[in-house]
């Protein structure tokens, strides 16, 4: 295991590895290089680097005619700034089945101080209507890497969702990607804590602190969000009968909202969903997590709660902590 | 190799130029339950899709997806039916495929879509789209050192839409010389002239121009100077050319010509029969 790393800094890196032996593999700028970790690949490879200037909608287009002439696009920008250009996704990208990797980094709350205009936060939402796009979110810097090895070989449009704030390490270097396929880290019985991205974390987190209060809590870790593993959700439904989703992302359609779909249609539980209510704000991002409810303190108080109360839970305000 | 035979026949290409607006107008009035679609957008395209497609572009029609073939991204998506007859003059699809535009499980869908028919290249129809594809596009060709060339076609309202314009700085960054850029002149949007509905749009010469865009000004349904625009845009090196094709919206019927009640609709089939014989035969 390695320390805590960012998953856009796993990204980067990943690209210029894959960069030297895959010459496909093309990534496209929108002059934010140096925080989406897209820059090193530009010196590296300058010619098969295209720095678009802040003019995303193009640069997505850009990139799927790249993909249309048998190149393997990645296009990284913010993911406030990508989900913007959601028309030129649905058509320039999705109707044309186009074989781009879309990048959005700086994903919710947890990029701190810069405050709502920056943070992505409906990107899962709106990547998620698009039929064929599929939608991952890596959880540390080792998923990160071998979920961008994936993607250098996957087949069709795909986002990679990316934290600007660094994640502890959870897993080791044999750690196996596999797309579509949730994985349970936590065996529990009383409830089931999933988790995506940063919030698996906080889940495991939330799992020790429920632990301590006698309550036994499953821990998964839903990396692909799209298409989701409708198995292991109906599987853990099943098991513990209570199933809490956490998410730094909108409360609406993102995680919680795929989650509720899956086991509608498989296996009705009651679902906590956990997830940013109302706007953004600047702070520190520990702090943020608190305020949101979705730090593993505030996830454990209210997976208690929920369960003490059935489907009851007093929720914090839209806009208030 | 490609099977079209190509000409450099003004008179050959104006008479295919000819069938491609009768075959717009038959296939749009055609559609059920009601006539539908961009006949007049079609039309004012005619002269310089059949110029491009049957004399310049390298195209197999027989064969979409033959590797060296210059793409040809029709941006303005709308106008779509100008490229189902170019198809179906080439022998592309069967001439009888025309009558299922539009109609549920047909490969020839309102706008252009390139899973179920691979000739027309991109997905287009949202404006403004087409032109980042057709600049990607260049950009992989010129990436893997490729010979062919792209082309791609804008309609003046289209560039009311930003994207049009973060296209037009982009592109000759990277010195786009095998990228042809044409813009169907022809004056009409949706709901009126373009000079009502946004007037600042003109002069649009000057701005391709200031972009660093090597410009040509054509008379577009002129189909020799259509040809010796798409010459020089050949031979312009570290630029890309646009054409400013100024066109007639509805060209070939006067009583669709510069009429702004005829844009994205279709005559009903007699009054499209009526015109044919009386224009277009």
Redesign the interface.
Known sequence: MSGDTATRTAFGEALVRLGESNKRI?ALDGDVAGSVMTAEFGEKHP??Y?Q??I?E???????????????I?FVASFACFITGRF??I???VG???SNVRIVGTHVGVGIGSDGHSQMGLEDMALMRTIPNIAVIQPATGIETQKAVDYLAEHVGPAYLRLTRQKLPELFGDDYRFEFGKGRVLREGTDVALIGTGSTVTEALQAADLLEQQGVSAAVANIHTIAPIDADLLADLAGRTRRIVTIEDHSVHGGLGGAVCEALAERQPAPVLRLGIRGFGESGDPAELYERFGISARRIAIQAASFLESGAEVALIAEGSA | MPTLTQTNDVEELADIARRIRVLSLLMTSHVKPEPAGHPSSAMSAADIIAALHFSRLRWDPLNAGWEDRD?FVLSKGHGVPVLYAVYAIAGAIPSDEIYTLRQAGSRLQGHP???RLPFV??????L??????????????K??R?NWRTYCMLGDGESEE??VW??A??APK?DTDDLCVIVDNNRIQQTGSVEHILPTLNPIVDKWKAFGWHLIEVDGHNIQAVLDALDEAAATKGKPTVIIAHTIKGKGVPEMENSEHWHGKAPPPEKADEWIKEYLS
Do not use: K, W
């Not at chain 2, 290249?121 to 949202?126: D, I, P, R």
């Not at chain 2, 403004?128 to 060709?141: D, H, V, W, Y």
């Open positions: 093309v010619d098969r295209f678009c200037g003019a909608s193009n640069m997505i287009g850009v990139a799927s005619g790249l993909a249309m002439s048998g190149h696009p028309d030129q649905r058509m320039s109707y044309n089945r | 793409r879509d390139p899973t290249e991109a997905a287009t129809g949202s403004g789209q087409g032109i980042s594809i057709a600049i990607g596009l260049a950009l992989g060709a990436a893997d490729a930003g994207q973060e296209a700085m982009f990277y």
